[in-house]
């Protein structure tokens, strides 16, 4: 039971690349999130997929995509990389109304 | 107005001591308190999740919910240097999740 993985662990892009970071989660758990955590900002809600099949914006979803491929993976991409989106990345799932379960984050470097 | 403020400290004390972290929240729609602890450098792990007010034990932990006044704590009892991470509160209703910028807390040996 891996509970919640990402990959990479970390990552340096340059101004303009795209990525994709993966998830993947084995608790059978309907709704995952993206996270970016920030000093000073706390975490702050990319998108979210309630369940299988289904994906929403969260507080910050500019310049980030989400594909909920199947119930145990979320991906987040980065089109055109920009030096703002330099962060700490979280994924996480969650049963509806219960608690959330975190990977161990992306770290992400925009030169 | 943020869903979730908490006071980003740093707070530092020495160990054996009680540590009280606390959050205020805006909405009282909110259906489940929770606390998170997170090591430098590593994900959140949930250390705490209560639904109603009043409160919850587990071990040195101790979180307490006043949904009257919107307010959600967490008490340390004896402190150890283990202890030391980021606290983080979090607030949710429905599908959406809502975090503390969380409270950094050295305990001193």
């Known amino acids: 039971n891996a509970g919640v993985t990402q990959t990479p662990k970390f990552q340096v892009l340059k101004t303009g690349q795209s990525m994709t970071l993966q998830c993947a989660q084995d608790m059978n758990h309907n709704s995952m999130y993206w996270y970016r955590q920030d000093p000073g900002m706390g975490l702050r809600l990319i998108y979210y997929s309630a369940s299988e099949g289904t994906t929403d914006k969260g507080e910050v979803p500019n310049g980030y995509n989400v594909s909920r491929l199947n119930k145990r993976e979320f991906s987040l991409r980065l089109e055109s990389a920009a030096p703002s989106q330099t962060s700490v990345y979280f994924c996480a799932s969650s049963e509806a109304l219960r608690v959330g379960r975190f990977g161990p984050g992306t770290r992400l470097l925009v030169l | ?109």
Request: proline share 6%; charged share 15%.
């Open chain 2, 1 to 109: 107005q943020k869903e979730v403020e908490q006071d980003p400290g740093p707070l530092s004390v020495p160990e054996g001591a009680i540590v009280s972290l606390n959050c205020t929240y805006s909405n009282s729609a909110f259906q489940y308190f929770m606390w998170y602890r997170q090591y430098s450098r590593k994900g959140p792990e949930l250390l705490m999740y209560t639904y109603s007010s009043g409160n919850k034990e587990d071990g040195r932990f101790t979180a307490q919910v006043d949904k009257s006044s919107k307010y959600i704590s967490l008490f340390i009892r004896d402190s150890q240097p283990s202890d030391s991470a980021t606290y983080l509160c979090a607030v949710n209703t429905g599908n959406q999740f809502y975090f503390g910028t969380g409270t950094s807390l050295t305990v001193i040996p």
